[in-house]
């Protein structure tokens, strides 16, 4: 299957790979060759993709839309690093200061702030 992991502002990821998971509004989705064409929407999370070398590919990425035709598979979204590009002294920074200023406000912003910290979090942890 190709891939294409795509953020607003560049290319992130792109290859071929045996299998991609990814977390949606329905939960988590696991794509594999051959699937049924398919559109979701993408919650804060982490997207995996085994590669066709057997290689795993692990990136935080936040809100988007995840797209599966003729075994190709676009995944769209505003932010998304790969865990090789993320510094996971700074991700926790930011969940800090999100949790510390959001303490007083149910502030949408503040919350998809929390949310994006804590994916870059979980995509730098589980990679190392």
């Known amino acids: ?17 045996t299998m991609v998971i990814a977390r ?20 804060d999370g982490i997207v ?26 676009s995944i769209l979204s505003e932010q998304a690093e790969m865990t090789h590009e993320i510094d996971l002294e700074k991700a926790r920074q930011d969940l800090q200061r999100a949790e510390s200023s959001g303490e007083n406000s149910d502030d949408a912003a503040e919350a998809a702030s929390r949310a994006w910290a804590e994916a870059r ?3 730098a942890e589980r990679s190392s």
């Open 24 to 43: 949606t509004t329905e939960g988590d989705v696991g794509v594999l060759p051959n699937h049924a064409p398919m559109l979701a929407v993408m919650v």
């Open 1 to 17: 299957m190709q891939v294409e992991l795509v953020a607003a502002d560049r290319l992130v990821w792109s290859g071929e790979a």
């Open 121 to 123: 979090i979980r995509a």
């Open 48 to 73: 995996d993709v085994t590669t066709a070398d057997g290689e795993s590919w692990v990136a935080a990425v936040n809100t988007g839309f995840l797209s599966v035709a003729g075994n190709r598979i």
